[in-house]
């Protein structure tokens, strides 16, 4: 059997065994979200938020890398098994980390064309610890103690310590922070400095902050104007069995409702107020 074939038939197999093996047999309507496993969080999230309101459908992820899905999603469309699944096919929705590979997979119609719809995204954002009473208000603030140590992700390693750099130099402050950067592995070890005392203040996304809530607080998030967040969106898969099921969701996603979810975790809108 081609490669592209063993691709199709052991993804579709795993969907279904992880819906439960037959999904005709299920009571409840799947609904299938191909998506980065950075996702989690925010589309469990949605998915029950969306199941509250819909008693007959299940959300369920196909969790895999962004190249992965591509793969899969041309495995599943260019052979034989594909299109025994066209307009009935087992992804109803694909939701990557970041919009590059939507916009790929729109140029190879593996997508259905103006489905696209942004849901959230990731600001940057200043934490401190809880405990900690004179905390800066904004990240100019920073340049005017010169006692602050700030924690920042690597930035040669890791997009958060890129975007990080980036910010900092736009609001003008980076080269008076240079002595007093702590330069943490990533985002759990910029938290991880910052609660063991190694650092004042940190800079991660604002979903990770989320995840220490208890113990940090975000005191400042970054203006649009000066830094770019990177933006999340989902697209209708070109097979896609229920269309109208992929409309209602896609449009529950911007929703007042959606948004509150998301702004919980950490995240921004898309959506101009």
């Known amino acids: 059997m081609p490669t592209a074939m063993m691709r199709a038939v052991s993804v579709i197999g795993a969907i279904l065994f992880n819906l ?3 999904v005709s047999a299920s009571a ?4 299938v979200i191909a998506a980065s496993p950075s996702l989690v969080a925010p589309l469990e999230a949605l998915g029950r938020a969306f199941e509250a ?11 895999n890398s962004g190249l992965d899905i591509r793969q899969t999603i041309a495995a599943m469309q260019n052979t034989s098994i594909g299109q025994y699944f066209i307009g009935k096919g087992p992804i109803h929705i694909i939701a990557p980390g970041g919009d590059e590979l939507i916009t790929r997979l729109e140029q190879r119609y593996y997508v259905l064309p103006n489905s ?5 995204t990731e600001p940057l954002v200043l934490v401190v610890p809880e405990s900690l009473a004179d905390a800066p208000e904004s990240f100019e603030a920073l340049a005017h ?13 890791t997009s958060l310590g890129q975007k990080s750099g980036e910010l900092l130099k736009r609001v003008g402050i980076a080269d008076s922070l240079k002595a007093r950067l702590d330069v943490a592995a990533d985002a759990r070890g910029v938290l991880n400095h910052l609660l063991n005392g190694n650092a004042d203040v940190g800079i991660v996304f604002g979903p990770d902050a989320v995840e220490e809530g208890e113990r940090v607080r975000v005191v400042a998030v970054s203006d649009e104007g000066l ?12 097979y896609c069995p229920n269309r109208n099921l992929c409309q209602e969701f896609l449009a529950f996603i911007q929703s007042s409702q959606a948004q509150s979810v998301l702004k919980r975790l950490g995240y921004g809108s898309p959506l101009k107020p």
Do not use: C, F, W
């Not at 830094?227 to 070109?238: C, D, G, N, Q, V």
């Open 20 to 22: 439960g093996g037959d």
């Open 28 to 31: 409840k309507e799947p609904l």
């Open 53 to 63: 309101t819909h008693p007959d459908v299940t959300v369920r992820l196909y969790l």
């Open 116 to 120: 696209r719809k942004a849901y959230a």
């Open 145 to 157: 103690n010169a006692q602050l140590r700030v924690a920042i992700a690597d930035p040669t390693l």
């Open 227 to 238: 830094y770019k967040p990177t933006l999340h969106s989902m697209a209708m898969e070109r």
